[in-house]
């Protein structure tokens, strides 16, 4: 969650914004599943940002408007995404062209609905 002490987004460096990306879809993910990351977290957390659903795990969008807003700029702004990686399994920045058919084929299989 936003707890005051990051940085706005714009003083910042890429590398810098990337990782507070990562650490704001883990802190999410904490909030709304109990878990850091799991399977397909970056998606699940990417839905309410991009205003698909209000409710996921076991919270409401709302809770995290400033996170989900932060979040969104930074996406925005490094053209990244944050992204899973089986091999080795660790999260990476991915460009929001590559991140985003995966999304489209994560939504097309019906997960996370």
């Given amino acids: 969650m936003n707890d005051g002490n990051r940085k706005d987004a714009v003083e910042l460096p890429v590398a810098a914004k990337w990782h507070a ?4 879809v883990s802190d999410i993910s904490e909030a ?3 878990a850091r990351w799991t399977v397909d977290t970056e ?15 076991y919270a ?3 809770q995290f408007a400033a996170d989900l807003a932060a979040l969104r700029a930074l996406a925005v702004e490094t053209g990244l995404r944050v992204r899973h ?11 929001l062209a590559e991140w985003d058919v995966d999304y489209q084929a994560w939504v097309a299989r019906g997960a996370g609905a």
Avoid: I, K, N
């Fill in 32 to 34: 709304a599943y109990a």
């Fill in 60 to 62: 409401e969008a709302s």
């Fill in 85 to 95: 990686s089986q091999r080795p399994p660790v999260v990476v920045p991915v460009p």
């Fill in 21 to 24: 990306m990562r650490a704001l």
């Fill in 43 to 57: 998606f699940c957390v990417w839905r309410p940002v991009q205003g698909e659903t209000a409710r996921w795990g």
